[in-house]
């Protein structure tokens, strides 16, 4: 067996001892003879799986009691369409642009409801967290939405600005669990499970219950929140085996010492991986120093015709799935929660030799 490093912004690494025990209980899940995937979701085993994952997510991220945890399907693409549909009322919401995601979620709610972007940071390609100023928000909009994590652009909005009664919305796909946050300043959650959870497939939101049982009359059963919260998650068949993989994630975050423990782990990743490429004279950050991701870490070579080589040899050491997006070009690492130390160490000592050879 020969790992490797994989830097895949998602569907991304998962921890080792997670896939181990996937692979300990694949055949033959406690005595019952069977997989998880081939078990009845409304089986005892099945229940307990279900129960535990929300338990554990609910204890890692100190969930308050007011709010509701689902497990569904769709992506988090899909909540760009559910959150307007379940909870419009006047009919507008204000939008940050922080960059690829935050337009596609915003094109998405325009089909349904106003959309007014109260800040942007486009004019700077998207390389910074904008100010909010707090007069551009409606107090008469449905919610505020942000995306916390800048997957492709590499930026974080390390304060969760604050809405007043508006209630905030936050597409938090990929740096859920990354770091501790407070879900109570928080309407809605959402995140797809395939960057810091489990297998894609899967789908996380957590909702304040005021929320719930107020979706329009157009909205979709699949997509009301209602539906999913009365059945605990249960309606039709939910992604079994992505939620079962999920709950073992959680179990591994828990045993790390939970997300205060991750966090400090992810940054003191990140800052091995930003320290080094700022004192390198040859890398460079795009990104704004006040606004880096601790998840998602774009870099470039001032000589793009070196990008390739990088690539390529990058992946010759283990090193895997370093091509930064295409819509912003270089290189970019994703470290998430199962990104060892380690690997993050390799990659710079990669770096660094890589320098040496074509600087
Ligand atoms: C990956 C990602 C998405 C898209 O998620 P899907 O589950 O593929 O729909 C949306 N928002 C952010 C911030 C992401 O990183």
New binding site residues.
């Given amino acids: 067996m020969n790992r490797v490093f994989n830097f895949s912004?998602?569907p991304a690494m998962l921890p080792l001892p997670v896939l181990e025990k996937v692979q300990e209980e694949l055949l033959d899940y406690k005595g019952s003879g069977m997989s998880v995937m081939e078990m009845s979701h409304r089986s005892g085993l099945f229940t307990d799986i279900i129960t535990s994952a929300e338990d554990t997510l609910r204890e890692i991220m100190n969930i308050p009691d007011n709010y509701k945890v689902l497990f569904v399907q769709?992506?988090?693409?899909?909540q760009f369409a559910a959150v307007p549909l379940n909870i419009m009322k006047n009919k507008k919401a204000d939008f940050v642009n922080t960059g690829s995601?935050s337009k596609?979620?915003m094109k998405e709610a325009k089909k349904y409801i106003e959309v007014n972007e109260i800040a942007s940071s486009e004019d700077k390609n998207f390389t910074y967290i904008p100010e909010i100023d707090a007069s551009k928000l409606d107090p008469q909009a449905d919610y505020v939405h942000i995306?916390t994590?800048?997957?492709?652009e590499g930026t974080v909005f390390k304060e969760i600005p604050d809405t007043g009664n508006v209630p905030l919305v936050a597409?938090?796909?990929?740096n859920i669990l990354s770091e501790e946050i407070d879900v109570s300043k928080f309407g809605i959650i959402y995140a797809?499970?395939?960057?810091n959870i489990g297998p894609?497939g899967l789908?996380i939101v957590i909702i304040r219950e005021d929320l719930i049982g107020r979706a329009a009359d157009i909205c979709p059963t699949m997509l009301d929140y209602k539906t999913h919260s009365e059945s605990g998650s249960l309606y039709n068949t939910p992604p079994t085996f992505g939620v079962y993989i999920a709950k073992l994630v959680f179990d591994w975050i828990k045993e790390q010492g939970g997300v205060k423990a991750v966090q400090q782990q992810n940054e003191k990743k990140a800052a091995l991986l930003y320290d080094y490429i700022t004192m390198s004279d040859f890398y460079h950050s795009p990104i704004q120093e006040d606004s880096r991701s601790l998840m998602n870490v774009p870099f470039t070579i001032p000589n793009r015709d070196l990008d390739a080589k990088f690539i390529e040899e990058a992946k010759k050491n283990g090193l895997e799935t370093l091509k930064g997006h295409r819509s912003v070009g270089g290189m970019r690492a994703s470290i998430y929660n199962a990104m060892p130390l380690e690997g993050v160490e390799k990659l710079v000592q990669f770096m660094k030799q890589f320098k040496e050879e074509n600087k």
């Fill in positions: 912004a998602g769709g992506g988090a693409s899909q995601w596609k979620a995306t994590n800048n997957t492709i597409d938090m796909s990929s797809g499970a395939q960057k894609a789908t």
